[in-house]
């Protein structure tokens, strides 16, 4: 099991967190992006970097996904292709994508850029709050808990 975070969006302190539990729990946490990205020296952390290009990094985390890996994304059609090969997807404000809710999230992301591309405002998301990374690192914790052994 890897985790594979994509890393262009991600917040500073979900990075952190993640750069810890590769280290605690020998897990290799891959980021992808399309800028140059500082990691601490680890043999379990590593960033790759991208071409410039719409959905460069998404492309490329879903080439590298297999069965049972943990994603880290915001994005929902990244998160419904990782879904789809069988991974796990946690968003960095510590909410799951699932089969369950990844059609909902799609339709409403779609209406969503309609309303834009039509000239309503529909505002954007809330900064990052403690709150949000409370909950990703709670979810970070029991995930990995569960599904790496020490």
């Not at 379990?44 to 985390?61: E, H, K, S, T």
């Not at 994508?97 to 309609?114: A, G, H, K």
Request: hydrophobic share 45%; proline share 6%.
């Amino acid at each position: 099991m890897q985790v594979l975070v994509d890393a262009d969006a991600c917040p500073v302190v979900v990075k952190e967190m993640l750069y810890r539990a590769a280290q605690r729990l020998e897990v290799c946490v891959t980021l992808v992006a399309n800028k140059f990205l500082r990691t601490p020296p680890s043999r379990f952390i590593r960033a790759l970097q991208v071409p410039a290009g719409f959905d460069a990094a998404d492309d490329r985390i879903v080439e590298l996904v297999i069965h049972g890996d943990l994603v880290i994304t915001a994005d929902i059609p990244l998160a419904a292709a990782a879904l789809e090969k069988g991974a796990y997807v946690l968003d960095p404000r510590g909410s799951w994508f699932s089969r369950e809710n990844i059609q909902e999230r799609l339709t409403m992301r779609d209406v969503m850029e309609q309303l834009r591309s039509s000239g309503i405002d529909t505002g954007g998301p809330a900064p990052y709050a403690a709150q949000d990374s409370k909950a990703f690192a709670g979810q970070l914790d029991r995930f990995l808990a569960r599904h790496v052994s020490p």
